[in-house]
């Protein structure tokens, strides 16, 4: 299993602070998705990178792949209490072609509280 | 919203009993998949389906067993539940891209709360 580290692994801010967290690998990805999960619901797809170096921006959050397509960031600017959650990150793994495609290792997560 | 359900939402069983969780898509989605999730574990694949009849282990799949007899449904079983086993179960989807592939998205269904006393 190749494993996937995030950091922190809990972070509390107040509303209006910028934060960044952060995905690490020694393999190299062949994507990374992010996704957010709220209290009592299931993990939803924020973005998918695929090429290393990219920046995708989703409102005020920025995403990073690494160069070397190793490590991810998630950066948001003036965090707001609704961006309290479960940010996870997650590789594709592409295996043979008998079944082993589309499966994804999550990290541990980054629990991230916004206070007003 | 992608449409999966998941039955029950939550349940409370005695160690040693069968439990079985039940996920159902109406989007015709060829993958499913089961995750639990635990504090400090994050979401781990415990089983997958790429297709009718055609399933395959993930990670922590010791002590469950999965079928899919058609496409919309995915059944998580608990042969004899045990206490480790208490848990949030995950139910997934997702779609065959082709070529986009690493685009590939997993839809998630709202999770069932398993208690094993």
């Known amino acids: 299993t190749q494993l996937l580290e995030q950091s922190p692994q809990f972070l509390s801010i107040q509303e209006g602070e910028n934060l960044t967290v952060y995905c690490n690998s020694s393999?190299?990805?062949?994507?990374l998705q992010w996704y957010r999960q709220e209290p009592g619901e299931g993990p939803v797809l924020l973005v998918t990178v695929v090429t290393g170096g990219e920046v995708k921006k989703l409102k005020r959050l920025t995403f990073q792949f690494g160069d070397a397509r190793k490590d991810s960031s998630l950066h948001i600017t003036a965090a707001q209490p609704g961006d309290t959650g479960l940010y996870l990150c997650a590789r594709l793994n592409l295996g043979d072609s008998g079944g082993s495609n589309y499966k994804l290792t999550f990290g541990k997560g980054t629990l991230l509280t916004v206070n007003p | 919203d992608a449409g999966i359900t998941q039955s029950p939402r939550h349940k409370v069983t005695e160690t040693g009993t069968p439990v079985t969780l039940r996920c159902h898509q109406t989007e015709n989605h060829r993958y499913m998949y089961w995750y639990r999730q635990d504090p400090g574990h994050g979401l781990r694949l415990i089983h997958y389906?790429?297709?009718?009849?055609?399933?395959d282990k993930g990670e922590v799949s010791d002590g469950y067993s999965v079928s899919r007899s058609k496409t919309e449904d995915f059944l998580l079983t608990l042969e004899s539940a045990t206490s480790s086993q208490t848990s949030v179960y995950f139910c997934?989807?997702?779609?065959?891209?082709?070529?986009?592939?690493?685009?590939?998205?997993?839809?998630f269904g709202p999770g069932t709360r398993l208690t094993v006393l």
């Open positions: 393999s190299v990805f062949s994507s």
């Open positions: 997934a989807i997702s779609e065959s891209l082709g070529r986009a592939a690493s685009y590939n998205e997993q839809f």
């Open positions: 389906s790429y297709g009718v009849k055609d399933t």
